[in-house]
């Protein structure tokens, strides 16, 4: 047993599952843990309760990435890992759907937890995640677009976080659901990077309405070091919108 594990739990039969996890156990000296699930999926329920309670007696865990997670894994994962006292960073990648609001509050009970990263394959309200109180890196992935809607029910927390250092949406937002978020940043001190890739679907009139946004914030936000549009070859604003820049 080693402090930085790698486990791909539908590549083991029955028998050698079940002794593995006995063995993995409660054992303190494991900080890191790498969990995959397969395309063939051979463990029970039962099965995977056991890996959620090996999670669970892992004192000392500090990171976890689990891969390919089903919906109805969720709730032992929620059992798991809540109050998890030493969980600083946590990956959840998602094969359907998207995170529920009891998953979202119960990250925000883990009192370490200063990075996540979920890849998911439905926009979701991940606006619970903001009232977090030691979040410093949130990172949103997998799903083509984010709706307007989850978009701007991040605006109110973002505006209020104190702690928030950098927000990476990796799915395509509205020209709407940008301006809101950009519009928080006039207000927000303690986010330093933000990476969106902003929809390439719109007239030329509102790219030059963003570019202005994105200019009005960087003159009043001194505390903004990264601001990144990961689409940013499809958009062509005017002259005067760069000058402005």
Same mark, same amino acid.
């Given at each position: 047993?080693?402090? &930085?594990?790698?486990?791909?739990? @539908? !590549?083991?039969?029955?028998?050698?599952?079940?002794?593995?996890?006995?063995?993995?156990?409660?054992?303190?000296?494991? /900080?890191?843990? !790498?969990?995959?699930?397969?395309?063939?999926? &051979?463990?029970?329920?039962?099965?995977?309760?056991?890996?959620?309670?090996?999670?669970?007696?892992?004192? $000392?865990?500090?990171?976890?990435?689990?891969?390919?997670?089903?919906?109805? @894994?969720?709730? %032992?994962?929620?059992?798991?890992?809540?109050?998890?006292? &030493?969980? &600083?960073? *946590?990956?959840?990648?998602?094969?359907?759907?998207?995170? @529920? %609001?009891?998953?979202?509050?119960?990250?925000?009970?883990?009192?370490? *937890?200063?990075?996540? #990263?979920?890849?998911?394959?439905?926009?979701? @309200?991940? #606006?619970?995640?903001?009232?977090?109180?030691?979040?410093?890196?949130?990172?949103?992935?997998?799903?083509? %677009?984010?709706?307007?809607?989850?978009?701007?029910?991040?605006?109110?927390? *973002?505006?209020?976080?104190?702690?928030?250092?950098?927000? !990476?949406?990796?799915?395509?937002?509205?020209?709407?659901?940008?301006?809101?978020?950009?519009?928080?940043?006039?207000? $927000?001190?303690? /986010?330093? /990077?933000?990476?969106?890739?902003?929809?390439?679907? %719109?007239?030329?009139?509102?790219? $030059?309405?963003?570019?202005?946004?994105?200019?009005?914030?960087?003159?009043?936000?001194?505390?903004?070091?990264?601001?990144?549009?990961? $689409?940013?070859?499809?958009?062509?604003?005017?002259?005067? #919108?760069?000058?402005?820049?």
């Amino acid at each position: 047993i080693t402090p &930085k594990m790698r486990l791909y739990v @539908d !590549d083991y039969d029955a028998s050698f599952f079940c002794v593995l996890m006995q063995n993995l156990l409660g054992k303190s000296c494991i /900080v890191k843990l !790498d969990i995959h699930r397969g395309t063939d999926r &051979k463990r029970t329920a039962t099965e995977m309760a056991l890996l959620f309670q090996v999670i669970q007696s892992l004192v $000392n865990l500090n990171t976890l990435h689990l891969s390919n997670v089903e919906l109805h @894994d969720l709730d %032992a994962f929620h059992e798991a890992i809540f109050g998890h006292r &030493k969980l &600083k960073h *946590l990956r959840l990648r998602m094969m359907q759907g998207g995170i @529920d %609001a009891t998953t979202l509050r119960t990250l925000n009970t883990l009192p370490r *937890l200063a990075e996540v #990263s979920l890849e998911t394959k439905e926009s979701f @309200d991940i #606006s619970l995640l903001l009232r977090s109180t030691t979040l410093r890196k949130l990172h949103l992935g997998g799903v083509h %677009a984010l709706s307007n809607a989850h978009v701007m029910a991040m605006v109110p927390l *973002l505006e209020c976080n104190t702690v928030l250092q950098e927000l !990476d949406l990796e799915p395509q937002i509205s020209f709407l659901g940008f301006k809101f978020l950009a519009h928080t940043l006039r207000i $927000n001190r303690s /986010v330093r /990077v933000l990476q969106v890739n902003i929809e390439s679907t %719109a007239s030329r009139a509102l790219i $030059n309405q963003v570019m202005n946004e994105i200019a009005t914030v960087l003159t009043m936000n001194s505390s903004l070091r990264s601001l990144n549009n990961g $689409n940013h070859e499809s958009l062509r604003p005017s002259t005067n #919108s760069c000058r402005r820049i």
